[in-house]
T-cell receptor, first 115, second 114 residues
Framework: GAGVSQSPRYKVAKRGQDVALRCDPI?????LFWYQQALGQGPEFLTY????????KSGLPSDRFFAERPEGSVSTLKIQRTQQEDSAVYLC?????????????FGPGTRLTVT | KQEVTQIPAALSVPEGENLVLNCSFT??????LQWFRQDPGKGLTSLLL?????REQTSGRLNASLDKSSGRSTLYIAASQPGDSATYLC?????????????FGSGTRLQVQP
C-alpha cells in the first residue's frame, strides 16, 4: 500500500516568508509525528497528534511554528516569518496504534531552504 | 533528558567486511529501540525494532542487540555490500506512554567500497 507522503519535496523561501508543509499519513494510522532534521544530525521531535488532537507540542522551537490535523488524517506544519535557522529537512511519521507496540513509518521529508 | 550517541560518526570499509555500529543512550527507561537506514534525499527506512524485553533481533545480514541496563545497542552487518552505503540511525522510545516520540542519535555514515 501507499506509504507516508509529503509535499512539497523541496521548498525555497525568502527570509520572512510563511511556508506550509503537508503530510499524508498511511491510511488508518492514528498517530502522526513531525520531526526536524538539521544537516548531519538525527531527527528531532517537534509535535505529535493522536487523531485530530495535538497531544504534545513540546518540541516546537518557537511560536512561529504551528501544526494542525483538523480531520485526523492529513497534517500541515506551518512556519511563519521563516528564519535561516529554520533550514532543515522536515520529516513526518505515522503509526497505527498509539501507546503500546508500534512502529513509526517515515515519509521522504520536505527540504526547506531559507535564503 | 535522553541523549543518544552513535559511534563512529563515519565509517569506510571494503566490500565483504563484517562491521559493528554502536549506539548508547543515557536513560535506560526505554520502551523499545529502532535502527533506521537513511539514503541521501530520502526518508527513514526501519531496519530492526527491539522491544525492551528482548536482547536481539535479526533480519537477513543484520543483527541488532540491546543491553538496556548498560544503555547500549549494536548493529552488526555481515558481509557488507556497496548497497549498504547509507546513514544508519538508532532511536529510542521512552517507557513513559506520554512520551511517544523517538529520540535519535546523529547517525553513522557508512561507505562500503567495491
Amino acid at each position: 500500500g501507499a506509504g507516508v507522503s509529503q509535499s512539497p519535496r523541496y521548498k525555497v523561501a525568502k527570509r520572512g516568508q510563511d511556508v506550509a508543509l503537508r503530510c499524508d499519513p498511511i491510511s488508518g494510522h492514528v498517530s502522526l509525528f513531525w520531526y526536524q532534521q538539521a544537516l548531519g544530525q538525527g531527527p528531532e521531535f517537534l509535535t505529535y497528534f493522536q487523531n485530530e488532537a495535538q497531544l504534545d507540542k513540546s518540541g516546537l522551537p518557537s511560536d512561529r511554528f504551528f501544526a494542525e490535523r483538523p480531520e485526523g488524517s492529513v497534517s500541515t506544519l506551518k512556519i511563519q516569518r521563516t528564519q535561516q535557522e529554520d533550514s532543515a529537512v522536515y520529516l513526518c511519521a505515522s503509526s497505527l496504534i498509539p501507546g503500546t507496540v508500534y512502529e513509526q513509518y517515515f515519509g521522504p521529508g520536505t527540504r526547506l531552504t531559507v535564503t | 533528558k535522553q541523549e543518544v550517541t552513535q559511534i563512529p560518526a563515519a565509517l569506510s570499509v571494503p566490500e565483504g567486511e563484517n562491521l559493528v555500529l554502536n549506539c548508547s543512550f543515557t536513560d535506560s527507561a526505554i520502551y523499545n529501540l529502532q535502527w533506521f537506514r537513511q539514503d541521501p534525499g530520502k526518508g527513514l527506512t526501519s531496519l530492526l525494532l527491539i522491544q525492551s524485553s528482548q536482547r536481539e533481533q535479526t533480519s537477513g545480514r543484520l543483527n541488532a542487540s540491546l543491553d538496556k541496563s548498560s544503555g547500549r545497542s549494536t548493529l552488526y552487518i555481515a558481509a557488507s555490500q556497496p548497497g549498504d552505503s547509507a546513514t544508519y540511525l538508532c532511536a529510542v522510545r521512552h517507557m513513559d506512554t506520554g512520551r511517544r516520540a523517538l529520540t535519535f542519535g546523529s547517525g553513522t555514515r557508512l561507505q562500503v567500497q567495491p
